[in-house]
Each structure stands twice: as C-alpha cells, then as structure tokens.
C-alpha cells in the first residue's frame, strides 16, 4: 500500500490552459492552470458547457491555439458559440 501512496504524489499536477473568451471575474483567455481550476471557472463550465472543450492539457495547447485562429475549425466555432453566449 505504501507503494501506491508513493505513486500518487510522484505524480505531477495536471496542467490545464483556458483557451476560451476573457470572462470578467472568471478568466483570462490562454490562463494557465495547475491541478484543479478555480470556482468562478467551474461554475462558468457548468453553464456553458461549449467552453469545457476549450480548457485543454498543456499538450494540445498549440494544436487548440491554431484551431482558434482557423476560421470554420471546431475550436473557432466553438469560441464564437461561446461568445454568442455571453
């Protein structure tokens, strides 16, 4: 058992980028995140559930960054429904 506790804190944080629009109060877009994210941005996920495609792992950040500056791509639909939205 000892060996499992030891595996679970060897473990990094997750880090996780918001990627959607700035949200007063709640976000900035391409904020950084380590481990769990903040209240306010999970609250704002509950209700706009579009917006928890663009929180993404630190590893697909530049593919999603492209994404958004694509016109048509998932990610820049997404940005806009998400803004449409607000």
Same mark, same amino acid.
């Given at each position: 058992?000892?060996?499992?506790?030891?595996?679970?804190?060897?473990? #990094?944080?997750?880090?996780?980028?918001?990627?959607?629009?700035?949200?007063?109060?709640?976000?900035? =877009?391409?904020?950084?995140?380590?481990?769990?994210?903040?209240?306010?941005?999970?609250?704002? %996920?509950?209700?706009? /559930?579009?917006? =928890?495609?663009?929180?993404?792992?630190?590893?697909?950040?530049? &593919?999603?960054?492209?994404? %958004?500056?694509? #016109?048509?791509? /998932? =990610? &820049?639909? %997404?940005?806009?429904?998400?803004?449409?939205?607000?």
């Amino acid at each position: 058992m000892a060996e499992k506790k030891e595996k679970q804190t060897a473990q #990094k944080p997750e880090v996780i980028v918001y990627c959607g629009p700035s949200v007063r109060g709640v976000a900035k =877009q391409y904020t950084v995140y380590h481990g769990r994210l903040p209240d306010a941005l999970v609250k704002f %996920l509950a209700k706009h /559930p579009a917006a =928890q495609s663009l929180c993404v792992p630190l590893s697909e950040f530049a &593919a999603t960054r492209a994404g %958004l500056n694509t #016109k048509g791509s /998932p =990610q &820049a639909t %997404l940005y806009k429904t998400i803004l449409n939205e607000l």
